[in-house]
Every structure is written in structure tokens, then in C-alpha cells.
């Protein structure tokens, strides 16, 4: 029981996933090096934070894709790594009040570590605070229900981020630079664009389970080259990054590209074959781990 309990949690910690979250905050941080000396003991208060969160939308939204039956639907053929939900409830790991007792433990820590840094750091980082949580709880839960609404997309480009960057930064700077915020805007498309190739494995299951993913309304066709405009989208932010008043140092980030373009073509090639799309999934993960760690780069060598 005891190891099913901890394999149930292993999933919903979801180290793949949970990447977004470091490659977000590992920018912030860095951007905030460059500004002056971290923090060490809020900064490990602030990934504390985001990541109870990340633990806790993993546990509430495996509940509400239970109840809609979304990941009951998804055939053996369609199967990915990084689509499909993460089983906890269809593999019988975790019960459905178990899996709630994670995702509200996870919504109390964040909200404990929120005040902590609210009460004695930076008070304006309750708003951020309250923000991620309310985008974390209702990408799947009622009455917004973003993910199913085809706002999912918009809510992780939020989230991943400008939401998760800036509030990085501000917990050590107690101020908000717009670079900042265009600095993180070409990583909040990445991560986007990664959830985006995440959910054509999921398109049968989630067209019978009433989700409209942005995937299931464009059709799997015309959502693959809107994956290809994502790319070019975030290709143009980070081109522009100097213009803002940013090192040309962070053009590194531009690393991402050289997997990102052969991710776009992989999907175009196969929208409907997910054998074909796994590959294309990792190099999309790896995307946005590359623009992160290209732009912090920069941002540090560029100070």
C-alpha cells in the first residue's frame, strides 16, 4: 500500500513535467543575479513554493480528468510519456481521496511558503501567489475549466512564463523590470508550445470527453502548424530581447531553436501517428530547457 501510495506521488511529482517550473524559475533567479546577489534562503523558499503547487494542479486536475473521463479514453496506441495524464487513478495507485489529500496538502504548503515570503520579504508577491494558484486549480476544475475551454494554453504560456519568472525575481529584487518580462515571454511560448505537442496523442480522448483543447478545435492538421507559428512567435521574441534593452548575450536562448525546428517538422509529417510524435514531444521539452539555459547564460554574462 505504502509503495503504491509512493509510486501515486512519484507521478504527480512528475519530474518531466516539473522541469517547466525549473527552467522558469532558473531564469528569474538568473536574471536576478545579474542584478545583484540571491538570496539563497528565499530562493529556496520561492521553488518550494511553485513546486507544491505543480504537485497539487498534478493532483486536482488527475480528480477532474477522472470525473470527465478524459484519461479512461485513451487508447494503448495513443500512450505517451508526456500525454495521457498522469494515471495515478486509471492504474490504481491512488485512491480519489488520497489523491485529494495531495493536492490540497500541496495547495497549503504553497500558501504557507506564500505568506512566509509575503510576511517577511515582499509583500506584493501575494498577488502573483494568488494568481498561480487560481491558474493551477481551475486549468482543470469548475466553473472556468480553462483546459477544457481551449484557454489551457494561454494559462500555461501565463504561468510558465511571466507569472513564475517575475515572481522569481521579485522575491529577491522587491521590484519588476519590464526586460524581465519580455525576457520570460519566448519561454512562456515554449512551454506552451510544449503542452500544445503533448496533447495530439489525447486528441481522441479528449474530443469524446468534451475537453477543447486548442488541439481538438484547430484539428490536428492546421494544430500542427500552429505548433510551427509558436516557434516562429517565440524566434521573434527573442530576436527583439536586445531591442528592450537586454545583453545580445541572451540571444543563446536561440539554442532552443535547433530543436524545436525539427520538432515541428516531425508533427507536421505525423499529426496523427503518436509513435512518430514521441520523439518530437522530447525535442519540444528540450526546447524550452535549452532557451532557458541559453538566456540565463546570457543575462549572466552579459551583466
Not at 273 to 302: E, K, N, R, V, W
Request: charged share 15%.
Amino acid at each position: 500500500m505504502a509503495t503504491k501510495f509512493a509510486q501515486g506521488f512519484w507521478r504527480l511529482a512528475d519530474p518531466k513535467i516539473s522541469l517547466a517550473s525549473a527552467a522558469v524559475m532558473l531564469l528569474g533567479a538568473s536574471a536576478a543575479a545579474a542584478a545583484g546577489p540571491i538570496a539563497v534562503s528565499w530562493l529556496l523558499m520561492t521553488v518550494l513554493g511553485v513546486f507544491a503547487v505543480e504537485v497539487a494542479k498534478n493532483a486536482s486536475g488527475e480528480v477532474f480528468d477522472w470525473d470527465s473521463g478524459t484519461d479512461l479514453r485513451v487508447r494503448e496506441e495513443d500512450r505517451s510519456p508526456f500525454s495521457g495524464g498522469k494515471r495515478v487513478l486509471v492504474d490504481g495507485l491512488l485512491t480519489r481521496g488520497q489523491t485529494w489529500v495531495i493536492a490540497i496538502g500541496g495547495y497549503l504548503v504553497a500558501a504557507a511558503v506564500g505568506l512566509l515570503i509575503v510576511g517577511f520579504r515582499e509583500p506584493s508577491v501575494l498577488w502573483i501567489g494568488l494568481a498561480g494558484m487560481a491558474l493551477a486549480f481551475f486549468y482543470h476544475a469548475p466553473p472556468f475549466r480553462l483546459a477544457y475551454r481551449g484557454l489551457g494554453e494561454l494559462a500555461v504560456a501565463v504561468s510558465y512564463g511571466p507569472l513564475v519568472c517575475v515572481g522569481t525575481y521579485l522575491v529577491q529584487r522587491e521590484t519588476i523590470p519590464t526586460e524581465v518580462v519580455l525576457l520570460s515571454l519566448p519561454l512562456g511560448v515554449l512551454v506552451a508550445a510544449f503542452l500544445w505537442i503533448n496533447e495530439f496523442p489525447d486528441y481522441s480522448a479528449d474530443a469524446l470527453s468534451g475537453k477543447r483543447t486548442l488541439v481538438v478545435r484547430l484539428g490536428r492538421r492546421r494544430a500542427a502548424l500552429g505548433f510551427a507559428w509558436l516557434g516562429a512567435i517565440s524566434a521573434l521574441l527573442v530576436a527583439s530581447l536586445p531591442m528592450a534593452g537586454l545583453s545580445p548575450a541572451v540571444w543563446l536562448g536561440g539554442v532552443a531553436f535547433l530543436r524545436y525546428v525539427p520538432a515541428a517538422r516531425t508533427l507536421i509529417a505525423s499529426a496523427e501517428d503518436t509513435a512518430a510524435i514521441i520523439p518530437a514531444q522530447a525535442m519540444a521539452l528540450q526546447s524550452f530547457l535549452l532557451y532557458a539555459a541559453g538566456a540565463s547564460a546570457g543575462m549572466l554574462i552579459g551583466r
